[in-house]
Structure formats: C-alpha cells, structure tokens
C-alpha cells in the first residue's frame, strides 16, 4: 500500500478539531466529523453557519488554525497536490468556464490529476471522458460551448468533470443553486447515481431540508460553527432541531413519495394552525 492508498472499504475523510477562519474572524471551531464511506452526506444549517468553510477545509482549500482533515489516516495537508487530486475533488459553488470552453474540454480537464511528463493523454483517459459524459447525459453536448449551456446543463458538465476526475471523494457546494426545481432533481438523481453505481462517497452542502432527507443518506445540521446534530434524516431533521439551527418553526411529517423527513415551515401568518402530534392526541384520548 502506496502512502495515500485508501483502507480496501473506501476513503475515510475525518476532521480533528478544526477551528477556521477568515483573518481573525473565526467561523468554525473545535470541530470532528468523520465522513461516512461510500455514502451521501448532506451539511445544513442556516447562512454564514459555516458549511460551505468546512467543505472548504476538507478539500484542503483552507488551512485550519488548529486541527487537521485526515484522508486514509493522513493529514491532507502533507499529502501531494496532485496525489490529493487523484483521491478527492471539488465543485465549488459558481464554477467559471473561460469563454469558449467546449463541453468535452472542460470534462477533460477532470483527468488532469492523472497526467505526468512521462505519461500524456492515454485511451483511458478518454474512455474516462467519454464514460462521464455518458453518466451526465452530456455526449450529445460534449461540442458545445460550456457558456452556451442552460443552468442545468452547465451544472451537469461541471459534475461529468469531477466524474471524469475519477476521485472515490466528491465534495459539492451547494451543486443545485440558481437551478430551477425539475434541473435540481436531475442533477441530485444524477449525484445518487455515482453513488449507488459507481461507490463514490460524497459531501454536499444543501439549502433545501426535504431535498437533504430524500437524498441524503448521512445529514450533519450545523449552527455557528459547530455540528449540533448529525445521523440518519429521521435522526437529524425534527422540528426541535429544525427551530433551533433556523429558529424556524415547522411540523416535520413524512414525505409521502421517500417515506423520508418532510419539514412544513409555519411561518407567522400559519403559526398555531399546525395539527396536533398524533402521540399528544393519543395521549390526550388515554387520560
């Protein structure tokens, strides 16, 4: 086993007690998180919580000031770039693409990691190309202008790049945003698919609560800097919890498709219209 090589189940991605932050503005501290292998982990909590500075940091973006993030038992900071890049990858909030980019360029720009003096652009690597841009349902537009591309499309070829990276650790910041609803289920179908067939482990900050339960299989609810709950969606999203990361009060019932959380916020127009839980009604009804 080389001195990156992963454990035979998968990447193990951990932090330490990590405190960031932005000049003397800290943002997270004393934090641990060890990121389940081989699942989908969601990160919520509400603006400037910290989520998006703590994906930041696992993807060795942003040096803790104490603490540290361990890839495979090593601290990511000591592991070569372009090693790190061969194991783990990002896709940041608002990816740019210089003007004129065509599809099947950006995504071969994802095998960069596996390119060396001695070793150019092989048929793997545009097997591996192609096989992304087949996963993404992108070959069709693999000659298009990246900026020519819808929101949904941009997002989905900005995904078939990481694909095509072919690291077994896909970190994501907020991969649905300026999406509209049916582009935003295309790509999060297309994030459970690279999981599901493809084994890879993968961390995303999400807005929508409903989107993190149905997708999610690990969720981690995040307030001021610090994980205040994390587990299973049934585990992590109730109305307590819900209240106390976005001071929003709600009902969480059961999404009727996913059999999964399903947060209804009440707001101060509806607040007290909510049923009563049905165990207080069974309650009431045994006095």
Not at 34 to 52: E, Y
Not at 278 to 283: I, S, V, W
Request: hydrophobic share 40%; with cysteine; glycine share 8%.
């Amino acid at each position: 086993m080389s001195a990156i090589e992963g454990p035979a189940d998968g990447p193990d991605l951990r932090a330490h007690g990590l405190r960031l932050a932005y000049d003397d503005r800290i943002v997270v501290d004393d934090l641990d998180l060890a990121v389940p292998t081989g699942r989908i982990t969601a990160i919520v909590g509400a603006n400037a919580c910290g989520k998006s500075t703590l994906l930041r940091a696992l993807a060795r973006l942003l040096t803790p000031k104490a603490g540290a993030v361990h890839l495979d038992g090593h601290a990511v900071h000591t592991i070569p770039t372009r090693a790190l890049a061969q194991r783990l990858g990002i896709l940041p909030q608002t990816p740019v693409a210089p003007e004129g980019l065509t599809v099947v360029d950006l995504v071969g720009r994802g095998r960069a990691p596996h390119q060396t003096w001695w070793r150019q652009w092989s048929s793997g690597d545009e097997d591996a190309v192609h096989e992304a841009l087949r996963a993404t349902a992108m070959s069709d537009l693999a000659h298009r202008a990246v900026d020519e591309l819808s929101g949904g499309q941009r997002q989905r070829a900005w995904i078939a790049m990481a694909v095509a990276q072919g690291t077994p650790v896909m970190l994501l910041d907020e991969p649905t945003t300026y999406l509209d609803l049916a582009h935003q289920i295309d790509v999060l179908d297309l994030i459970t698919d690279l999981n599901r067939h493809q084994g890879r482990t993968v961390v995303m900050v999400l807005h929508d609560l409903n989107q993190a339960c149905r997708y999610a299989d690990h969720i981690v609810a995040m307030k001021s800097g610090r994980i205040v709950a994390e587990g299973t969606p049934s585990e992590v999203i109730t109305a307590k919890v819900v209240e106390n990361v976005f001071g929003l009060r709600c009902v969480v019932g059961e999404d009727p498709v996913s059999r999964t959380p399903m947060v209804i916020p009440m707001g101060r127009h509806h607040d007290g219209e909510a049923p009563e839980p049905e165990t207080e009604k069974a309650g009431v009804a045994g006095a």
